[in-house]
């Protein structure tokens, strides 16, 4: 049995990303989930999506306050035969996803401030564990067989739950050069934390082994193999025993790092409106926290880099009439020059979003919205596994806002997000494992969730 039996899906399953890349979220307002082209943005949530649009705003101090519900399932189907069950749920909540806009506005200024999950933002529990886990403890009926000890059954108890945040602090400049060009620079300070807790206990086999009373009734593999130690004096199964006693891992990882952004708007129009933003790469380096690590491999105080790549970013909106706008958006995540510690090596290419989203007046109170976005990952099948998977989707996404005065809107809104599934071909190497043929892994997913935000224009 690998030492580092737990050891992949701990250092790969943070909580990923919620929308869009595989490591950036893209779902930074309530507007998102009821208008998701947001790249020419001149509302609040330009902050994040187009800081130069601001100029676009109104003179005054506005503060939002938005929070997102996030309900995300990754499932696992996994064909290698000796499993128990062959599909592993993993589970995603977000209950609380804050995001909160500064902005003052005077003549051709505007200074503002962002906070949001810009990656991570919730937990992830894996009751059963992922196949990577069980392939070793599955195969011990097999070996044990073959050693002149009928086993026909085990079980174990595995699990995995982490928590994954990186909370970012944005502040911009903007500054309107004319009626038609304004311009943007800000910087984002990220703190991330990663939390690990994961174990694999109770390991059971059924061995038949008449000399010693043994008729096939599950019983604690260490102790059985110590047992067996002592019979015969086999020192394979002294190590046998150690490698199917309880391991458990606690693992904190912290890092932080700065992003500079720039952004540029223009107003060819008064109907129409191109937003440009780039975000520069943020080196990113986690270090351990350890409090309990029995597989050895989360030293305390090592480093390891895990940046949030880099990104460019357009929007175009229209407004047809003075009730009926549209807008369209391009999102391109740079993941493949990002350091991942080597993980980025694995991707196809770079991933990208394309949106559509438009709305509606239907009264001076009520102004309805929707739209779609495809994205496409960057992740082949060479990335894909188990511990790391990321799939192509589709996003629908509606809602309202709702003005209460002059100074008070409402924006409520809900996506759906369907994903394509991958399958790949697994091989487990020969050696260390018995020669086996090769089986099917497939990876789905789906998530939905609901926002509400409160804007307020002081």
């Known amino acids: 049995m690998r030492k580092g039996l737990i050891l992949a899906a701990l250092v790969l399953w943070c909580v990923p990303a919620v929308f869009a890349a595989i490591m950036t979220n893209t779902n930074q307002s309530a507007l998102f989930f009821r208008f998701p082209s947001r790249n020419a943005s001149t509302d609040l949530d330009a902050v994040y999506y187009n800081p130069a649009g601001l100029a676009r705003l109104q003179d005054g101090f506005h503060v939002a306050v938005h929070s997102q519900t996030i309900f995300k399932e990754k499932t696992v189907t996994n064909a290698f035969l000796m499993l128990n069950d062959p599909t592993?749920?993993?589970?995603?909540?977000?209950?609380?996803?804050?995001?909160?806009?500064?902005?003052?506005?005077?003549?051709?200024l505007a200074l503002s401030f962002g906070f949001g999950p810009i990656a991570g933002g919730g937990s992830a529990d894996y009751a059963d564990g992922l196949p990577s886990f069980e392939y070793d403890v599955s195969l011990l009926p097999?070996?044990?067989?073959?050693?002149?000890?009928?086993?026909?059954?085990?079980?174990?108890?595995?699990?995995?739950?982490?928590?994954?945040?990186?909370?970012?602090?944005?502040?911009?400049?903007?500054?309107?050069?004319?009626d038609m060009i304004s311009a943007a620079a800000g910087v984002r300070y990220i703190y991330a934390v990663n939390t690990y807790e994961g174990e694999i206990k109770n390991i059971q086999?059924?061995?038949?082994?008449?000399l010693l009373g043994w008729t096939g009734q599950m019983r604690s593999a260490p102790a059985a193999f110590n047992t067996l130690y002592t019979a015969t004096g086999n020192p394979a199964y002294l190590a046998y025993a150690a490698k199917t006693s309880d391991k458990a891992v606690d693992v904190k990882q912290v890092g932080s790092g700065?992003?500079?952004?720039?952004g540029l708007h223009l107003s060819p129009a008064e109907n129409f409106n191109i937003g440009i933003r780039y975000e520069?790469?943020?080196?990113?380096?986690?270090?351990?926290?350890?409090?309990?690590?029995?597989?050895?491999?989360?030293?305390?105080?090592?480093?390891?880099?895990?940046?949030?790549?880099?990104?460019?970013?357009?929007?175009?909106?229209?407004?047809?009439?003075?009730?009926?706008?549209?807008?369209?958006?391009?999102?391109?995540f740079f993941e493949k020059q990002a350091d991942w510690a080597g993980q980025e090596k694995l991707l196809d290419s770079n991933s990208y979003d394309l949106?559509?989203?438009?709305?509606?007046?239907?009264?001076?109170?009520?102004?309805?919205?929707?739209?779609?976005?495809?994205?496409?990952?960057?992740?082949?099948?060479?990335?894909?596994?188990?511990?790391?998977?990321?799939?192509?989707?589709?996003?629908?996404?509606?809602?309202?806002?709702?003005r209460l005065g002059p100074k008070v809107d409402i924006d409520l809104g809900g996506v759906y997000v369907t994903y394509t599934d991958q399958s790949k071909s697994i091989k487990l190497p020969s050696p260390p494992y018995p020669a086996l043929p090769a089986f099917q892994e497939t990876y789905k997913e789906s998530t939905y969730a609901f926002s509400i935000g409160l804007n307020f224009h002081l």
């Open 88 to 108: 592993y749920v993993g589970k995603t909540k977000v209950p609380v996803f804050p995001n909160f806009y500064a902005i003052y506005k005077k003549g051709a």
């Open 142 to 178: 097999t070996l044990l067989t073959a050693a002149g000890l009928p086993t026909t059954k085990y079980s174990a108890e595995l699990s995995f739950k982490g928590t994954s945040v990186y909370y970012g602090f944005q502040v911009n400049a903007t500054y309107a050069l004319n």
């Open 205 to 210: 086999i059924n061995p038949t082994f008449p």
């Open 258 to 262: 700065f992003t500079p952004i720039l």
């Open 280 to 332: 520069f790469n943020t080196k990113l380096e986690l270090e351990n926290q350890t409090t309990k690590d029995d597989t050895g491999m989360f030293p305390d105080g090592a480093k390891e880099r895990n940046d949030v790549p880099a990104s460019l970013s357009i929007g175009a909106g229209y407004a047809l009439s003075p009730n009926f706008r549209a807008s369209a958006s391009y999102s391109l």
């Open 355 to 402: 949106s559509f989203a438009v709305e509606y007046d239907v009264s001076s109170f009520l102004t309805l919205s929707g739209g779609y976005v495809y994205t496409k990952t960057g992740a082949g099948e060479k990335y894909q596994s188990d511990m790391s998977f990321d799939l192509g989707a589709n996003t629908i996404g509606m809602g309202a806002r709702i």
